[in-house]
Every structure is written in C-alpha cells, then in structure tokens.
C-alpha cells in the first residue's frame, strides 16, 4: 500500500498564493506519475497538474502560466505552486500517485486538502 499525505491549503484572497506539498510513503513501490486533481461542489474531479517521473508535466488550460507542478522523487514528493489564485479555484485538492508494488500498478489518492479563494 501507498499512503500519500497533503498539506498547504487553506483560505487566501484573490491574487494570493499557496504551495501544496504531497508526500508518499508506505511498501517498497515505484511511482510513475504524480499529480494534482481538484473537486469543487457539486462538479467532477478534474485534473490539474500532473508530472511523470522523467519530469514531464501537464496542465489543465484555465492553470496554465499560474501553477507550477514539480517533484522530488528522492523524497517522493510532488508539489503545486499556485499563484495568482482566483475565486474558481476553490476546491478540494487531491494528490494521486501511480504507484507500481510488485509488478502491478495502481492509482492511489490523497485525503484531500481544501483551498479556499476569497473574491
């Protein structure tokens, strides 16, 4: 098993910042892809960022030029600048991590931490 644990949201005006940190840990494991994906009330989970392990990232558009993914993977962390935060992005914020134990991969999802942006 894969635990991933987050920290670094909170409340925030429009305009404001936060760094969200997400570490891994647990049985001896390989991660290949690590990520941020969202959920705000009454939507979907939607991705927002996400990083391979050769350090490739992706973007959702509307985050595009404001968020930053990045890793560690000696520390099996992965990390998501944002800046110029806006109203909309008010969500739950989970990390996900595509972990391999044994030979057989598997999606693993973080508690969640909530991220609040005040207009």
């Known amino acids: 098993q894969v635990q991933l644990v987050e920290s670094g949201g909170g409340l925030v005006q429009a305009g404001g910042s936060l760094r969200l940190s997400c570490v891994a840990s647990g049985s001896i494991f390989t991660i290949n892809t690590m990520g941020w994906y969202r959920q705000a009330p009454g939507k979907q989970r939607e991705l927002v960022a996400d990083?391979?392990?050769?350090?490739?990232?992706k973007y959702k558009d509307s985050v595009k030029g404001r968020f930053t993914i990045s890793r560690d993977n000696a520390k099996n962390t992965v990390y998501l600048q944002m800046n110029g935060l806006k109203p909309e992005d008010t969500a739950v914020y989970y990390c996900?991590?595509?972990?391999?134990?044994?030979?057989?991969?598997?999606?693993?999802w973080g508690q969640g931490t909530q991220v609040t942006v005040s207009s």
């Open positions: 996900a991590a595509e972990a391999v134990i044994l030979g057989t991969m598997d999606l693993y």
């Open positions: 990083m391979t392990s050769d350090g490739s990232p």
